[in-house]
């Protein structure tokens, strides 16, 4: 794949049967100040069923969009197939569920000329509640980023691993040299127990083969987070992916394992019916049972 248009944009969602939250997102990015620099959406619609293209055909007049079909479930396998259609110089990566800020595309637009030496680029992320959560979420934002995919770090060099998928920045010279995400982890909404981390495993391997990574506090997107988004269930299955996820790439990548700790205090509080006791360590004691299992899958039969 080569650059259509050089010094140009691209920001790239996958979404399936997203028409919850969709209008939403590109309601926001119609909204957001237009880069001085060309630029292009890229949605690839991943086999919805639901009003996903009636949506995508709807905004079609407000933002520069190129809609890809790609029916096999997957975000990764989304990804991978509208890596053709995006003419930027600069992949922007964001999820179907994020509001970005106003200054957002302007934002990632100075990255086409600054921090060149570094391939791959992480943005902040912000929660953007739709309705208020418990008190006690707001004040312990421990889990928010296991659980709502918060990010901010210091503008400055970072390692690959630290970036999250919501909003991350890609050269186009890393897919030039054949890279492409692995479609065997990452969401699948046909599959709820998938493995998690598809984009950690995507920028630690590019890190692998010699690329840098450059931490940008000036783009943000705001993840919208639903209300059954923090329901017990959800820190449950969360935490079973995100362990899922862990065990996969370490295996991946041959490091030694080291398991979550699960401790007493742990499992005394996942009795509480307190919440704010409850579900952190309900949180703690399925990240470990994701991680044993994944383990425990790969062992030879």
């Known amino acids: 794949m080569t650059a259509k248009l050089a010094n140009s944009l691209t920001v790239l969602a996958a979404t399936r049967n997203g028409e919850a939250v969709l209008r939403q997102t590109l309601a926001a990015f119609a909204a957001a100040e237009p880069p001085d620099t060309p630029w292009q959406m890229v949605v690839v619609d991943n086999g919805s069923t639901d009003t996903t293209r009636k949506i995508l055909d709807e905004h079609a007049a407000r933002l520069p969009l190129r809609v890809v079909t790609q029916p096999t479930p997957g975000k990764n396998a989304a990804l991978n197939a509208a890596l053709d259609a995006c003419d930027g110089d600069l992949i922007v990566i964001v999820d179907d569920d994020v509001l970005p800020d106003r200054n957002f595309l302007r934002a990632w637009s100075r990255y086409l000329q600054e921090r060149t030496e570094h391939a791959l680029l992480g943005g902040r992320i912000t929660p953007y509640f739709e309705v208020p959560p418990p008190g006690w979420l707001l004040k312990d934002r421990r889990h928010h ?50 493995r998690m981390g598809s984009e950690t495993e995507f920028l630690r391997r590019v890190e692998r083969a010699g690329a840098t990574a450059w931490f940008a506090q000036q783009p943000l997107v705001h993840h919208i987070v639903r209300e059954r988004q923090w329901s ?50 309900l949180s703690a004691l399925h990240l470990a049972r994701g991680f044993a299992d994944e383990i425990a899958a790969a062992r030879p039969k």
């Open 145 to 194: 980023a296991l659980m709502f995919s918060e990010r901010d770090l210091p503008e400055g060099p970072t390692e690959a691993g630290e970036i999250y998928g919501c909003n991350m920045a890609v050269r186009r010279t890393v897919f030039d040299s054949g890279f492409r995400f692995d479609e065997a982890i990452g969401p699948n909404r046909d599959t709820p127990s998938y």
């Open 232 to 281: 017990e269930q959800a820190w449950i299955d969360r935490a079973y992916r995100n362990g899922l996820g862990r065990a996969h790439l370490m295996l991946k990548e041959g490091r030694q394992m080291r398991p979550p700790q699960v401790t007493l205090a742990d499992r005394l509080r996942a009795l509480s019916p307190f919440a704010a006791h409850r579900l952190p360590a």
